[in-house]
């Protein structure tokens, strides 16, 4: 069983920065990335991460978001730059470990005015 706890969420105006932390419970080998899920909409991929460092973004992030993890730590972060009110969503922390994915409870990010 693993836990992960974010934090960082937050409340921004368009065009400003937030930073999302992720810590997990145990190590994790495999993949940990981020993911969203906007009212009505279902979730998705925005940012996945190997341990070896390797990265993958969805469209609508890429330039604008950065995904790191510390694998000392267990940390999984989510720099968020260039923010858009479409960016408004919970935002998930998520690990692969032994053969099943793992959900954080989510933090809500709301881009506006």
């Known amino acids: 069983q693993v836990q992960l706890a974010e934090s960082g969420g937050g409340l921004v105006q368009p065009g400003g920065s937030l930073r999302l932390s992720c810590v997990a419970s145990?190590?994790?080998?495999?993949?940990m990335g981020w993911y969203r899920q906007a009212p009505g909409k279902q979730r998705e991929m925005v940012a996945t991460i190997t341990r070896a460092g390797n990265t993958r973004y969805a469209d609508s992030v890429k330039g604008r978001f950065t995904i790191s993890r510390d694998n000392a730590k267990n940390t999984v972060d989510l720099q968020m730059n260039s923010l858009k009110p479409e960016d408004t969503a919970v935002y998930y922390c998520?690990?692969?470990?032994?053969?099943?994915?793992?959900w954080g409870q989510g933090t809500q990010v709301t881009v506006s005015s």
């Open positions: 998520n690990a692969y470990f032994v053969g099943t994915y793992y």
């Open positions: 145990e190590s994790i080998y495999s993949f």
